[in-house]
């Protein structure tokens, strides 16, 4: 299975600081097929990049990703209040299709 | 509006059997990969399995294989999962989630599954 690492666990920043999130898969993502998901507590994950940079639909754009083959980046260029949240890598270039831990964005 | 709401989940002991559901509005459903996704308390997510529009395809996860078994009600515009043999481990949030070639679009608020005696 392809394993993903996501780097930092947790990132302390401030409103209005970049974010920049990494996640690096253990064998190489097919067709850059990587998502990122958002998630707030006691809530669903939320879709926000398919594709390693493509937007979900509704999705802003201060949320971008970038990379390919086993190196990823989700970046926030500016945070607001409600980015602070758990993000995840997804890659679905393989069965089982497989989630990175997780990082933390938590307010500084 | 895409809506999936599970239910189904409870406290079960070890070895016993669990069947979620998920209903589905919003979205031509049999039109639809679905996947189920679970969350342990206080952890990351883990893609459990996914079936086609038909039942023609059907994955799991291996730690589930031969224990849990996915289907789907077109006609219901609804998914399940049938939990048998459960461990302790499988203790988790069950969310049902859209797949669309392998991205979850859309996901359910999720349901509590306990396994405990």
């Known amino acids: 299975e392809n394993v993903l690492t996501q780097s930092p666990g947790t990132l302390a920043l401030s409103p209005g600081a970049r974010a920049t999130l990494s996640c690096r898969a253990s064998?190489?993502?097919?067709?850059?097929?990587l998502a990122w998901y958002q998630q707030k507590p006691g809530q669903a994950p939320r879709l926000l990049i398919y594709?390693?940079?493509s937007r979900a639909t509704g999705i802003p754009d201060r949320f971008s990703g970038s990379g390919s083959g086993t190196d990823f980046t989700l970046t926030i260029s500016r945070l607001e209040p409600e980015d602070f949240a758990v993000y995840y890598c997804?890659?679905?270039?393989?069965?089982?299709?497989?989630f990175g831990q997780g990082t933390k964005v938590e307010i500084k | 509006e895409v809506q999936l709401v599970e239910s189904g989940g409870g406290l079960v002991q070890p070895g016993g059997s669990l069947r979620l559901s998920c209903a589905a509005s919003g979205f031509t459903f049999r039109n639809s990969w679905m996947t189920w996704v679970r969350q342990a308390p206080g952890k990351g997510l883990e893609w459990v399995a996914n079936i086609n529009q038909y039942e023609g395809e059907k994955y799991f996860l291996d730690s589930v294989k031969g224990r849990f078994t996915i289907s789907r009600d077109n006609a219901k515009n609804s998914l399940y999962l049938q939990m048998n043999s459960l461990r302790a481990e499988d203790t988790a949030v069950y969310y049902c989630?859209?797949?669309?070639?392998?991205?979850?679009?859309?996901w359910g608020q999720g349901s509590l599954v306990t396994v405990s005696s």
């Open positions: 989630a859209t797949d669309t070639r392998g991205v979850f679009d859309y």
């Open positions: 594709g390693a940079s």
């Open positions: 064998q190489s993502v097919s067709g850059r097929y």
């Open positions: 997804q890659q679905y270039g393989s069965l089982p299709r497989t």
